[in-house]
T-cell receptor
Framework: GDSVTQMEGPVTLSEEAFLTINCTYTATGYPSLFWYVQYPGEGLQLLLKATKADDKGSNKGFEATYRKETTSFHLEKGSVQVSDSAVYFC?????????????????FGQGTELSVKP | NAGVTQTPKFQVLKTGQSMTLQCAQDMNHEYMSWYRQDPGMGLRLIHYSVGAGITDQGEVPNGYNVSRSTTEDFPLRLLSAAPSQTSVYFCASARTGTDREKLLFGSGTQLSVL
């Protein structure tokens, strides 16, 4: 079945360090890929997305490129801040007419906790 | 706009009790859904709805009921609570159409079943 696998956390970095959180997926169709972020005590928020191969999603200094050949969507940021401390979720959604009405039926990875120290 | 509102924020139940988690949105979103979040397992879809009067099961529907009598509300009912239902529950909504993938989440309900 369709699934998403993320690198395990927690990930602890110093401020201004480079961040990579790995995400790989398995899907029978052509999914859209997403990164969601969950700050402490809050619900998830969409961080960025990519809808087709080679697309790059970006937001708030974070980037991720849809790599169909490696079925990956790794999240990167060049210089993290303390305020980036959160749990990051990779997710996929299959597009297509058959499931058009299923809206946001996302499949999530298990989440990766990031802690940034000053 | 209030967005997606969930109540209560915290709840403790005894095994066998029933309760309803409330979810309301004021954005006229057609799509609404319930997820549960458990450590190391990410979010798993419980039930979803693509419009008033239309609901369907997600990945982990057992022990939960839903209904969608209005566009705004999508309550989740636990008929007979079990310790395995201890979790954090999130309601999420989205428009259908081009923005259907942009789920907006509520702030969650932390449920403990003793």
């Amino acid at each position: 079945g369709d699934s998403v696998t993320q690198m395990e956390g927690p990930v602890t970095l110093s401020e201004e360090a480079f961040l990579t959180i790995n995400c790989t997926y398995t899907a029978t169709g052509y999914p859209s890929l997403f990164w969601y972020v969950q700050y402490p005590g809050e619900g998830l928020q969409l961080l960025l997305k990519a809808t087709k191969a080679d697309d790059k999603g970006s937001n708030k200094g974070f980037e991720a490129t849809y790599r169909k050949e490696t079925t990956s969507f790794h999240l990167e940021k060049g210089s993290v801040q303390v305020s980036d401390s959160a749990v990051y979720f990779c997710a996929l959604n299959l597009l297509g007419g058959l499931i058009y009405n299923q809206g946001g039926k996302l499949i999530f990875g298990q989440g990766t906790e990031l802690s940034v120290k000053p | 706009n209030a967005g997606v509102t969930q109540t209560p924020k915290f709840q403790v139940l005894k095994t066998g009790q029933s309760m309803t988690l409330q979810c309301a949105q004021d954005m006229n979103h057609e799509y609404m859904s319930w997820y549960r979040q458990d450590p190391g397992m990410g979010l798993r879809l419980i039930h979803y709805s693509v419009g008033a009067g239309i609901t369907d099961q997600g990945e982990v529907p057992n022990g939960y009921n839903v209904s969608r009598s209005t566009t705004e509300d999508f309550p989740l009912r636990l008929l007979s609570a079990a310790p395995s239902q201890t979790s954090v529950y999130f309601c999420a909504s989205a428009r259908t159409g081009t923005d259907r993938e942009k789920l907006l989440f509520g702030s969650g309900t932390q449920l403990s079943v003793l």
